[in-house]
């Protein structure tokens, strides 16, 4: 492949475009990486709508990791302990369809399990669900997204009667008052805060509010910094509620005539006075009132949230309030208002509309639904009662049904959760247990593979081809421009063939990835994320396209599109639901023995778990070693001084780190980035630490907090701590 080609970036859920050209272009020098390897050169796309060019560092240099460290053949091993050999992919899939049969045959279609990822493009998620859920008859499907996103899915449902995003990144340049929770969108979503940094900085009548316990560069721009104790989020969001209620800052008509439920949380937020709430959440409270008074004083709201509200046991909750503080001033449905979750990933929102998550089913159906599940049975050709009534096993209930044996099979794809799991020595102990793993992945080692009885090569950006959705809904065409490397094959295909090796050769009957988006398509007719005008010819000619696209829109419409402009919601009467939710706090609260809180988060140029970013040399220097962040205060008292290594202790294990002494963090919190494997650094785990405590609602993870202790070791590197920041050989995989 010669030309350029026009693809989506395949790191966070804003959606950059990317433009790609080969190494070698006529009569231009050719680009290389560190070793002189000839690279692929990447460019902002400026005529993608939502990144307009725009590219961050992550993007610019994805390019450099496509050739290295990658899993190139099917390899197999009966045990643990033993050295993986290669195999053909006929063996792979003998293999594995054998296991999937036997365990049927013994354990029931629920023995099986598969955990994916918002790394996915749409079609790979799509044949999963209907292997999975259709052909197997399991609802254990769950994805990263479980870790990521699920929160605001379940807050939107409950409150709006179905998942979506109701905004647009084009009310980034529109609003009066940007509201940021939970998200230090500086660093974790770049290319949407520059837009808005951009504007507020034009528009000094604009206000900017963050709330975070971290002074980040995000809460570096702010107006206004709100830096609460962890925790105290639905605190400060029902105290907001009761000043614009003692000020009579509301919208009574839009209360009246489009909600449900203001009488039951008018009396919960009684219970929140202003000069409690400033207490509770350690702020001042004239800076809760001004708060408050921006928002009374915007005719157009906007909040942005992402993991610092969706990672909590009450993440749901979280969710709502904020949700609240918008139902009740009427800032829903209008250009520069809604409430707008930051997708934590490229295709999470793919993933939802898919059916990807243990709990619902392609079209933004659910599985509990007896008519959703009837439909999906019908197109998908299966007989009456085909799809289980139950509700699957997520991410969590995975790991501990692994512990009482009741999973027979556990299939890993895209994601590694051996980095990424809350109470990581209990999650490892788990996948040890596992009787038979199939690990699906670009690139090896990671530290899940060595958990693996088989790997699958998988083919990664650029070797495939198929859509994602980004967090404005819009979707994207990503077409491969190469080949994948020796023996890798795209998911859906891998899916797709054990389908057919299983009986069900009409069901997965896929020429290609464009085959199977059009079936998907044809599944979300009339559906809220109605899909069924798209196709990979349309988006291929005519570009990225957002949701809803109903078959009747034959021309593509290209003003944004923000759900209930009518203020019509997708409930049974059309009525939005207010949400009457006290704060319980933290799942574990700091004491006397864990005195401080600890939260983890992400960092400008690293990745998740660093399988690419961990081989760019650029990023590397960026971030060369991971870190704690303590307040001076703490420090002083523990006799922490720059650049100790401290031991972080909590009720589940142990970690080290070099201090960096800042007032950035509030006082009692420390922070910890979450990149950091076992093959990365040595002891440096930070869900070695974090607890799996969920959301009710959700089943999300509260990986933002956990209690721990610190204490000083030396100023050197402490026992059997090598500083060791690249990549390690994983037992038994020949790198």
Request: glycine share 8%; with cysteine.
């Amino acid at each position: 492949m010669s030309e350029l080609t026009k693809t989506l970036c395949p790191y966070c859920g804003v959606g950059c475009g990317l433009e790609v050209l080969p190494p070698a272009q006529p009569g231009k020098a050719t680009h290389r990486d560190r070793e002189g390897n000839p690279i692929w050169q990447v460019r902002g796309d400026r005529a993608h709508p939502s990144s307009l060019g725009k590219v961050c560092v992550k993007g610019a240099t994805v390019a450099e990791a496509i050739d290295k460290s990658r899993l190139m053949y099917p390899m197999i091993r009966d045990t643990l302990d033993e050295p993986f050999r290669r195999v053909s992919w006929e063996e792979a899939y003998d293999r594995i369809v054998n296991r999937i049969r036997t365990v049927r045959e013994t354990m029931g279609s629920d023995g099986i399990c598969m955990y994916g990822s918002g790394q996915f493009q749409t079609e790979d998620y799509y044949v999963a669900q209907k292997l999975l859920k259709g052909g197997l008859g399991t609802n254990n499907f769950d994805a990263n997204s479980r870790l990521c996103m699920s929160s605001a899915v379940s807050g939107y449902i409950q409150s709006f009667g179905s998942d979506g995003p109701p905004c647009c990144y084009d009310d980034l340049e529109q609003t009066d008052c940007a509201f940021l929770i939970g998200t230090n969108t500086a660093e974790c979503h770049p290319i949407a805060f520059n837009r808005l940094r951009v504007y507020h900085k034009k528009n000094r009548n604009v206000k900017m509010i963050v709330v975070d316990p971290r002074r980040t560069q995000t809460a570096e721009a702010a107006d206004l910094h709100l830096a609460i104790r962890p925790g105290t989020d639905i605190e400060l969001l029902n105290g907001i509620a009761s000043l614009l209620m003692r000020w009579g800052a509301i919208d009574p008509l839009f209360i009246d005539e489009c909600t449900r439920g203001f009488s039951d949380y008018t009396e919960v937020i009684r219970s929140y006075p202003p000069e409690l709430v400033a207490r509770t959440c350690g702020i001042r409270l004239d800076d809760l009132e001004k708060a408050a008074k921006w928002w009374a004083e915007s005719k157009r709201v906007l909040s942005l949230w992402s993991m610092g509200l969706n990672q909590s046991s009450e993440g749901t909750a979280k969710v709502r309030t904020l949700i609240n503080l918008h139902l009740m001033t009427g800032n829903i449905g209008k250009p520069g208002a809604g409430p707008f979750s930051l997708t934590g990933q490229p295709n999470a929102m793919g993933g939802r509309e898919a059916g990807g998550l243990a709990h619902i089913l392609p079209g933004y159906r659910v599985v509990k639904n007896p008519q959703h599940r009837a439909e999906i049975e019908v197109f998908w050709g299966l007989e009456p009662g085909r799809i289980s009534s139950q509700v699957g096993l997520n991410a969590w209930e995975m790991i501990t049904g692994l512990e009482r044996g009741e999973v027979g099979l556990l299939w890993v794809a895209a994601t590694n959760p051996a980095v990424s799991m809350p109470d990581l020595e209990r999650t490892k102990a788990a996948l040890m247990r596992s009787p038979f793993t199939v690990y699906q992945d670009a690139y090896y080692p990671t530290e899940t593979a060595e958990y693996a009885h088989i790997l699958l090569p998988a083919a990664q950006w650029g070797e495939k081809t198929g859509t994602m959705t980004n967090s404005e809904r819009v979707v994207t065409l990503c077409p491969a421009f190469r080949n994948p490397p020796g023996e890798a094959k795209a998911d859906w295909e891998i899916f797709a063939e054990v389908g057919r090796r299983l009986g069900f050769e009409k069901q997965f009957d896929f020429a290609d990835s464009a085959e199977v988006y059009r079936e998907f398509g044809r599944l979300t007719r009339d559906r809220p994320c109605d899909l069924s005008g798209l196709s990979h010819d349309r988006l291929k000619t005519q570009g990225p396209i957002q949701w809803p696209c109903p078959e009747s829109e034959i021309e593509v419409n290209r003003t944004p599109k923000r759900l209930y402009t009518d203020f019509r919601f997708n409930t049974p009467d059309g009525r939005a639901r207010f949400a009457a939710c006290h704060a319980r706090g933290l799942a574990e609260p700091p004491d006397p023995d864990y005195p401080l809180v600890l939260t983890t988060g992400r960092l400008y140029g690293h990745w998740h778990t660093q399988t690419r970013t961990g081989h760019i040399e650029k990023i590397r220097k960026m971030h060369p070693e991971p870190f704690i962040e303590i307040h001076p205060k703490d420090a002083k008292k523990l006799g922490i001084e720059e650049g100790n290594w401290v031991e972080v202790r909590s009720r589940r294990g142990a970690a080290f780190f070099p201090a960096k002494i800042t007032k950035a963090i509030a006082p009692g919190t420390v922070f910890v980035p979450m990149h950091w494997g076992a093959l990365w650094a040595d002891r440096a785990e930070a869900n070695a630490l974090t607890h799996p405590e969920s959301c009710p609602d959700s089943k999300q993870p509260e990986l933002k907090a956990c209690a721990v202790q610190l204490s000083p070791v030396r100023a050197e590197l402490p026992p059997n701590l090598d500083g060791k920041t690249e990549g390690k050989e994983t037992p038994g995989i020949p790198v």
